[in-house]
């Protein structure tokens, strides 16, 4: 399957400030990314779908100011977590797909941290 | 709207025993459904999916699962477990029968006992 790298692994900042997480496809070239918010001992939830060179559209609930993200090109998206809390603090993974129809490519995985 | 129930939060089976996770779909039009195995702090790895065609649908590891549209079924089974096995496994289904936007269920934490 095609690969999905996402940077980093692990991050933790302190409370107030930005991170921002990346989502690269290797291989191929995505025109969707999706990220995905796992709490603990809970199933993936779906934050919000980006399409390569427009705007990302976000699932009911997620904050879009908060959550900002970014596809600026067929195999990067960017997540930036703004203003961090501590509830903040999750495991984001991202997938990547070439369209409807063709398999999405999920990343590693980020720890984000916030202390 | 689709959605997944997995039934199990936590199975604990013993080494070469039977693995079955169970999972049951909701959707409104022929879906695609995903396993997806997850290990401490790593990211996705699919085990299998079905999209068209035969039902009975053979992943990596020793996982197989048959899609059984009279039941709503997709329940992961393996003959024998290895203590490899032990993750948590996540039943999934797509939107629109396409493989993207994919709703997860919320997870069956699979322990195997030496």
């Known amino acids: 399957g095609a690969v999905v790298s996402q940077h980093p692994s692990r991050v933790i900042c302190k409370s107030g400030t930005s991170v921002k997480i990346e989502c690269r496809s290797l291989d191929f070239q995505a025109t969707t990314m999706f990220w995905y918010r796992q709490f603990p001992k809970q199933s993936l939830m779906l934050m919000a779908t980006s399409n390569e060179g427009s705007k990302a559209t976000y699932e009911q609930g997620v904050e879009k100011d908060k959550f900002l993200i970014n596809h600026a090109s067929l195999t990067l998206s960017t997540l930036t977590v703004t203003s961090a809390h501590p509830e903040d603090s999750s495991f984001y993974i991202c997938s990547a797909g070439q369209g409807k129809n063709n398999e999405a490519f999920f990343g590693q995985g980020t720890r984000l941290t916030v202390v | ?114």
Request: net charge neutral.
């Open chain 2, 1 to 114: 709207a689709q959605s997944v129930t997995q039934l199990g939060s936590h199975v604990s089976v013993s080494e070469g025993a039977l693995v079955l996770l169970r999972c049951n779909y909701s959707s409104s039009v022929p879906p695609y459904l995903f396993w997806y195995v997850q290990y401490p702090n790593q990211g996705l790895q699919l085990l299998l999916k079905y999209t068209t065609g035969a039902t009975l649908v053979k992943g990596i590891n020793g996982f197989e699962a048959e899609f059984k549209k009279s039941e709503t079924s997709f329940h992961l089974t393996k003959p024998s477990a290895h203590m490899s096995d032990a993750a948590e496994y996540f039943c999934a289904v797509s939107e629109a029968g396409g493989y993207q936007k994919v709703t997860f269920g919320t997870g069956t934490k699979l322990q195997v006992i030496p």
